[in-house]
T-cell receptor, first 112, second 113 residues
Framework: AQSVTQPDIHITVSEGASLELRCNYS??????LFWYVQSPGQGLQLLLK??????LVQGIKGFEAEFKRSQSSFNLRKPSVHWSDAAEYFC??????????FGSGTRLQVQP | ETGVTQTPRHLVMGMTNKKSLKCEQH?????MYWYKQSAKKPLELMFV???????ENNSVPSRFSPECPNSSHLFLHLHTLQPEDSALYLC????????????FGPGTRLTVL
């Protein structure tokens, strides 16, 4: 079955610290992968996407993600977190079926 | 207006009411989507419209009825809903119906009493 797993429901980091949010997928081939962010009361905004090529993908707001086929992972990273990064983060994949399959999300809290 | 807009932003309705959610995209896209976001559950795709034709209906109960009169507008008509239908309903659009970035609206927070 096709699925996206985000093992961490809730993460708290200090402002200025580094961040890594985990994402694992289950699919028989290489999917197209996305990270979205949702601030309270807002819709989802695309941070970055991986279709093919370089496995390290740069996105907006200083985020990057690395695709690792051997681990079926697409983890999101940021070297230094800002208070404005507090939000919910969703990993998603597109297998060409006209739909995105989303993970259940990771809520990020940033401590001053 | 830019991007994807949704109205109303909040809606409270009784189980016997009929209401409609509206979505409008100002991006020139040709595919539109309805998603349901419930607490503690992943986003669930409900419907996909491509070139104004419904191409996906993800086993959604008939009390939800979508309508896409043109490529810029998408509606979700609601009737005889249940309390478990309370959720955030998100609309999205994209250019093409697959493998393209989807742009999301802010959502309508629906509460069914």
């Amino acid at each position: 079955a096709q699925s996206v797993t985000q093992p961490d429901i809730h993460i708290t980091v200090s402002e200025g610290a580094s961040l890594e949010l985990r994402c694992n997928y289950s699919y028989g081939a290489t999917p197209y992968l996305f990270w979205y962010v949702q601030s309270p009361g807002q819709g989802l905004q695309l941070l970055l996407k991986y279709f093919s090529g370089d496995t390290l993908v740069q996105g907006i707001k200083g985020f990057e993600a690395e695709f690792k086929r051997s681990q079926s992972s697409f983890n999101l990273r940021k070297p230094s977190v800002h208070w404005s990064d507090a939000a919910e983060y969703f990993c998603a994949m597109d297998t060409g079926r006209r739909a995105l399959t989303f993970g259940s999300g990771t809520r990020l809290q940033v401590q001053p | 207006e830019t991007g994807v807009t949704q109205t109303p932003r909040h809606l409270v309705m009784g189980m016997t009411n009929k209401k409609s959610l509206k979505c409008e995209q100002h991006l020139g896209h040709n595919a539109m989507y309805w998603y349901k976001q419930s607490a503690k559950k992943p986003l669930e795709l409900m419907f996909v419209y491509s070139l104004e034709e419904r191409v996906e209906n993800n086993s959604v109960p008939s009390r939800f009825s979508p309508e896409c009169p043109n490529s810029s507008h998408l509606f979700l008509h609601l009737h005889t809903l249940q309390p478990e239908d309370s959720a955030l309903y998100l609309c999205a659009s994209s250019q093409g119906d697959s493998l393209n970035e989807q742009f999301f609206g802010p959502g309508t927070r629906l509460t069914v009493l």
